[in-house]
């Protein structure tokens, strides 16, 4: 039985395909019930996931049939490029192509998405240590280590925060162009740093920082790497690159442009910068961690602190110091630059993670920050609010780290106690790896397939043109009800790609508060006449949504001289019809 085994185990073709059934597994039993529930259910709360799904459904739908009008989104009428409120996510939208061609269901296929971006994570980073560490087995723990860490299981209501599994494909390529001078290699780079930069902004700029300082890392320690057609090469393809990404950029940077509110304040990343003890703190989601270091977020300040929780996990921590400790000792070549390298990544993103203030036990130290630098000088870092998502590359370090340590330990049991004792082994620390970063059984969120959206939305996809129009009521921006009310109807969008001048995002433009001002009395001639002006054809009113005495002073002011008229009712939902002229 042994000896069948080892065959099996040395066939490279079945050892590869089981390690990706056991990374696709993995991804879908990390991410439970999504998979299972996922077709009419979103990770809890439902509010970014569902904007998510109609992110993807936006892209898929605007790129088949107007590509250059693709930030022009449907949402927050009539302002121009409303796609760049956040990610636009283009990448994933394609990959989610023929998941909606089969399903047609645009939140089964971004739990689909979710699910993949897990194993991409861990495909990656396999892929990347396997090459340096010459192990399949230090792969498969880099692997495990990198997708599951805390930090990215923190983040499973955010479709975009999932997708990294593009920058240890980066790195791979990055590593093999320095060692085999092959102009593919930084081809492949350079193609991977664009599929990250394309599918989230916020990684793109981290995985800059990132081939940053593996190049200043390389200089100081591989010098004679340097070569003028290596740099030539490298410079092409990455300026390539750049040519590709600027099209996805130009609506973000005249959006700024325009509007110089679309960007985050110092204050702002100020509030979510990590506290020194944020290293300790792992997400509720973590099974073990999660209620352990729950209470020590009661010592910090309230500080955004779904962010700010990023404990690496224990096992990754400790194999990673154990393996740096090692290569700093005994590695040679390609590995002594390796732990240089990711030892500095691990360093350097620790100290971005502080942001622009440091924070230790929640007091504050006013101090110049390496953040400083990026926020102040650098394009793109000011529509970055969050600091600890640095972490990223902290989790990769780790996770690489961690493969050589696991390498050299099992090298050194082979040789002492034998084959068996060294798989026991390798066994048992896989066991430790998947319990120190369990997740609990994921929180979901019913939400109504597209057969049980509210017939309004049905009406309303009959209508010629672009039929621009507003939902009542208003709440205040980021209030609860605000975040139940503007996903759901960002979501309900997707049915009839109608203008719509509600919407959800990262940003909110000026005339959402504009009209949150004109309807504080609603209903009103002042109400009516602010939507008018705009543009808007049709007011969609969801009494459900209203008390009673708003409800009855709706029913008293419905008269015919007021401007607008009664179209079409639904149940609790009521079309009014705003008619031109004063």
């Known amino acids: 039985m042994l000896k069948k085994l080892r065959s099996i185990v040395k066939n490279r073709t079945v050892l590869v395909l089981l390690i990706i059934i056991l990374f696709l597994l993995l991804a879908m039993f990390f991410t439970r019930p999504v998979l299972t529930r996922g077709g009419s259910a979103t990770v809890a709360p439902y509010y970014d996931p569902l904007i998510q799904a109609w992110t993807l459904s936006w892209d898929i739908h605007e790129l088949a049939r107007a590509p250059l009008n693709l930030f022009n989104a449907n949402i927050f009428f009539p302002n121009h490029y409303t796609l760049a409120y956040s990610d636009h996510q283009v990448v994933n939208a394609l990959l989610a192509v023929p998941l909606m061609a089969i399903n047609h269901n645009p939140i089964r296929s971004q739990n689909c998405l979710l699910i993949f971006q897990f194993f991409l994570c861990s495909l990656g980073a396999y892929l990347l240590t396997a090459h340096l560490t010459k192990s399949r087995l230090a792969g498969v723990v880099a692997g495990i280590a990198y997708a599951y860490a805390p930090y990215k299981l923190g983040h499973l209501v955010h479709l975009n925060l999932s997708t990294a599994g593009y920058i240890p494909l980066c790195f791979l390529f990055l590593h093999r162009y320095c060692e085999e001078r092959k102009a593919r290699d930084a081809v492949l780079c350079a193609l991977f740093f664009t599929l990250q930069t394309l599918s989230t902004w916020h990684y793109g700029l981290i995985l800059s920082v990132g081939l940053f300082v593996f190049l200043v890392v390389r200089l100081i320690w591989k010098r004679d790497t340097f070569r003028l057609k290596w740099m030539v090469v490298l410079f092409v393809a990455f300026a390539c690159a750049m040519l590709a990404v600027l099209p996805f950029a130009i609506p973000y940077f005249k959006l700024r442009g325009e509007n110089p509110q679309f960007q985050f304040t110092a204050k702002d990343v100020e509030y979510y910068s990590a506290d020194v003890q944020d290293f300790l703190v792992a997400p509720t989601q973590n099974l073990l961690w999660g209620k352990i270091t729950g209470g020590l977020e009661k010592n910090t300040w309230s500080r955004g602190y779904g962010e700010r929780a ?89 996770a690489v780290l961690s ?38 059984s994921v929180p979901m969120s019913r939400v109504p397939p597209r057969n049980e959206f509210p017939p309004v939305y049905s009406w309303l996809k009959k209508q010629g043109g672009e039929a621009p129009t507003a939902e009542l009521p208003l709440q205040f921006v980021y209030s609860p009800t605000w975040f139940k009310q503007e996903s759901m109807r960002s979501y309900y969008s997707t049915l009839h790609w109608k203008k719509i001048f509600n919407g959800y995002s990262s940003f909110m433009p000026a005339s959402y508060y504009d009209g949150i001002k004109a309807c504080e009395d609603f209903p009103s001639e002042k109400c009516v006449e602010f939507f008018r002006d705009l543009g808007i054809k049709y007011l969609i009113v969801h009494e459900g949504e209203l008390d009673r005495a708003t409800i009855d002073r709706l029913r008293a002011w419905e008269q015919p001289d007021r401007g607008v008229r009664v179209l079409k009712k639904f149940g609790s939902d009521t079309v009014y019809l705003i008619e031109k002229g004063p």
């Open 310 to 398: 990023i404990f690496p996990g224990l096992i990754p921590l400790v194999l990673g110091i154990f393996g740096a400790v090692y290569l700093f000792r005994k590695g040679r070549g390609e590995d002594r630059f390796a732990v240089w390298f990711y030892a500095s990544m691990t360093v350097v993103s620790a100290l971005l993670c502080l942001g622009t203030t440091v924070f230790i036990f929640g007091h504050r130290f006013s101090m110049p920050m390496p953040y400083d630098v990026l926020f102040r000088f650098f394009p793109g870092f000011k529509a970055m609010r969050v600091p600890p998502r640095f972490s990223i590359l902290i989790a990769l370090s780790l």
């Open 403 to 440: 493969g050589y340590a696991v390498k050299q330990l099992v090298s050194w049991l082979r040789s002492k106690r034998g084959a068996v004792v060294s798989t026991a082994a390798a066994v048992v620390v896989l066991g430790l790896l998947a319990a120190d970063l369990m997740s609990i």
